[in-house]
Structures are given as C-alpha cells and as structure tokens.
C-alpha cells in the first residue's frame, strides 16, 4: 500500500502541467493579495493625512524599491539554485543553500540599510519636491530601513520554501503578518485608542512589526524541520562557492531591478514639474498597478518553480508548457480586469481620496496605464521563468531596452513636443511594457534558456 505523500513533499514534476501550476501558484497569489492589499489599505489611511503625505509615501516608496532591488538579485539567485536541487531530488544540498542564504540575506540587508540611510535625502535632494512632501517621504524612509535585514532574511525564507514547492506555510505567515500589519496601521497612523499619532511615520513601523514577527516565525518553522527544507543551525556558515553561484544568477537581475526602480525614480523626477497632485496621482496609480498585477507575479512565480525544478530533473519540455500555460491563465484574467479597472476608475481612485483634482488626474492616469497592465502580462510570467532557469543576462537587456531606448526618452519627448502633458509620460510607460512584450516572447520561444547551467 503505497503511502500518501503530503502537498508540500510532492513532486512537482510529475503529473498534469496545469493541476500542478494552480495549486502551486493559488497560495502565491493570496499572499501577494495580501501583502498588495495590505499596501492599499496603508495608503487609505495615509490618504486621511492629504495629498503631501500621499506624495511623500509614495517618494519614499521609490527609493525603497531602488534598495528592494538589490536585495532582488540575490533572492533570484538563492530561488534558482534551490529549485535545481530539488527538481534533481538533492534535499540535503537544497536545505544547506538555504540556511547559507539565509546568513546571506541577513548581511546583505545590513549593507542595504546603511546604504539607504546615506542616500535617501541626497536622491530625493534631486526631486525638488516640497518640503512637506520631503519630510514625510524621509521620515517613512528611516523607519522602513532600520527593519531591513529583517526584511531581507524573511523574504529569502518565504521564497527558499516556495521554490522548494512549499507554498502554503508562506502564505499563512504572510497572513498573520498582514493581520497585525492593517490592524496596527489605522492606530499608528491616526493615533487611535491610546495609541500615539506618528502619521506616515505609523505607516511604516506598523510595516516593520509586522516582517519582525513574521521572520520569527518562519526562522522557527523552517529550522524545527517543518517544512520540506531542513536547514540546521550549523549549515549558517558563509560557503565562497555558494556565495559565487548566487551572486552569479543574481548579479544580472540586480542590474535589471535596479535599473527599473532607477527609471521610476526618473519618471517621478519628470513628472514633479507638473505638482504635488500628478505626483500623488502616479504614486496611487502604481499601488492599483501592484493589485492588478499580483495574480500575475504570483503565477509568474508558480510557473518559475515549475520551470526550475523541471529543469533540474532534465524534462525541458514541461518548463517550457509550464510558461505558456501560465502566461494563457493570466491573459484571460487580465483582460477582464483591464476592462473593469478602466470602467470604474473614478470608484478606484474614490477608495483613496475624495480630493477632486487628484480624483480627476488619478482615473485619467488609471484609464491610460490599463493596456499597459494587459501587456505586463507576458513580462510577469515569463522574466520569472527566465529567472527560475538562472538566465538572468536576458532580463537584465530587455529591461535595459525597455527603460533607455523605449520609456525615458518617450517621456521626455511626449509631454514637451505633444500637447498631451503629463499624460505623455504614462503613455511612455505602455509603449515600454509592449516593447518588453514582443522581447520576451521572441526570446524565450529560441530555448536557449533552457540549456543554463546554476
């Protein structure tokens, strides 16, 4: 009698593509749910504070994702390495780069708050923002980064057991979380119940409380043998060869997410010219943005799971039907969603001010950025591909082309040489996402990803 074997020991190269893919990537999209939906819910209530806090907040959102980005490179890099080891059956190898990553993310954050508390005001110096907006973006700023190598060994432990193929106990940790994350919030932010009013500054600690208590939790579900990785304490050791091969893989996609939040911070330095309003405008339109895309990065990460570990046990052919497949599930979602983000994007932007001006501007922006959001479809799913395989060198050039010969130089010709102002710079943006489009396809259909060694 053959015994049952548990969701999270499965083996993920075996049986229908697309069984695997949705019950791999289901969990995946409610924890990016509830992370987005949690940064919503900040921004309505940072929205109580006016339109300078929600420029500030998103300012400082900038400039935290040009950090997120590095930290993005060696997470691509550890995301690899282990799904290879597990599609080729090396348990004990997957769990030693865990743990060895682990240390990794931890130092590396380290490196990156101080990194961020030195350049912060300097980045935002070049802005010419108003004073309030800049206040309020550095002290959001400071807050987030004194948590940052909590955040970095968190996130390097949820994404080590989802390419494991261990999907569910991530998303129920991101769970509670976000539960003590939106129910902090209101009180820190608004100083309710006792609680003191830090306002923007309450947006972030609540932020970071929350990834503290999630890190203590996932530390100890992943080093008490919970989960299908088994680290040990004794495997938190810096290994040169291991270091190597994440930095490897994980150079490129740094290059890559790096540039991309370099670009909006320009797109942001472009649209600063045309006041407080467009800018906050943009920051909430990058927030709905992030809520209309989650079902795609969450099936972009299940598809990459699938794609390394197929890789890994030498089966090509199911990598490259797991991509395809995922990318045609998504399209089908996109499209309504498109469709209804377009239609109702006065009651959108209604859920985040009721400002007239701001309202106006925002559904425009909304209205313009919905093709966009349909085309980033192919983007979402396949540079996660590419990036579970440990080709990184071709996201990092169709990034490239995307930001410098495609969107900044349409953003700085549309709004001067065009009567479309403003507007100008969204459109850029769409003309960006389908050049990235039309790359991606061409290049992932030659194959040659698919002979990466890691």
């Given at each position: 009698m053959s015994q049952k074997v548990s969701r999270s020991e499965r083996d993920w190269t075996q049986g229908p593509i697309v069984g695997n893919l949705l019950q791999l990537s289901w969990p995946m999209v409610v924890m990016e749910a509830l992370f987005v939906i949690s940064q919503l819910i900040d921004m309505i209530w940072v929205g109580k504070l006016g339109s300078t806090a929600i420029a500030g907040v998103g300012i400082a959102n900038i400039v935290v994702m040009m950090i997120m980005a590095m930290d993005l490179g060696v997470i691509t890099g550890v995301r690899a390495i282990i799904a290879r080891h597990v599609g080729a059956g090396d348990m004990p190898g997957a769990s030693r780069i865990a743990a060895q990553s682990i240390l990794i993310g931890f130092t590396w954050g380290l490196l990156m708050m101080l990194l961020g508390l030195v350049i912060a005001r300097p980045i935002m110096e070049l802005m010419d923002l108003e004073a309030a907006v800049m206040s309020d973006a550095l002290r959001y700023m400071h807050i987030v980064l004194y948590g940052w190598p909590v955040v970095d060994g968190l996130l390097i432990?949820?994404?080590?057991?989802?390419?494991?193929?261990?999907t569910i106990r991530p998303m129920i940790i991101e769970g509670i979380m976000r539960i003590i994350h939106v129910s902090l919030c209101p009180l820190l932010v608004l100083g309710i119940w006792g609680f003191p009013r830090l306002e923007v500054g309450g947006a972030a600690l609540s932020n970071?409380?929350?990834q503290i208590i999630g890190f203590i939790i996932v530390s100890f579900v992943l080093f008490s043998g919970r989960t299908r990785l088994r680290p040990k304490i004794s495997d938190l050791r810096f290994q040169w060869r291991t270091i190597v091969r994440v930095f490897r893989i994980g150079i490129p996609a740094l290059v890559m997410h790096l540039q991309r939040s370099i670009g909006n911070f320009l797109l942001t330095f472009l649209i600063a010219p045309f006041g407080t309003v467009p800018v906050a405008a943009h920051?909430?339109?990058s927030r709905v943005e992030m809520f209309v895309l989650m079902p795609g990065?969450?099936?972009?990460?299940?598809?990459g799971v699938l794609v390394g570990q197929n890789l890994g046990a030498h089966r090509p052919e199911r990598s490259e039907k797991s991509a395809w497949m995922a990318i045609l599930i998504l399209q089908l979602f996109l499209v309504l969603a498109c469709g209804a983000v377009a239609f109702w994007a006065e009651t959108v932007m209604k859920l985040f001010t009721d400002e007239p001006e701001l309202l106006q501007v925002g559904a425009t922006f909304i209205r313009i950025a919905s093709p966009?959001?349909?085309?980033?479809?192919?983007t979402a799913i396949l540079q996660n591909c590419l990036a579970s395989a440990g080709d990184t060198v071709p996201n990092m050039i169709i990034s490239l082309i995307m930001l410098w010969i495609v969107q900044l130089?349409?953003?700085?010709f549309l709004p001067g040489w065009t009567n479309l102002g403003v507007l100008g710079i969204r459109w850029a943006i769409v003309a960006a996402n389908a050049a990235g489009s039309i790359l991606y396809v061409i290049y992932f259909r030659r194959g040659r990803w698919?002979?990466?060694?890691v």
């Open positions: 432990c949820l994404y080590s057991m989802q390419s494991s193929g261990d970071v409380i929350s920051s909430l339109t990065m969450a099936m972009g990460s299940g598809a966009g959001f349909f085309l980033m479809g192919f130089p349409l953003a700085w698919k002979l990466k060694k």
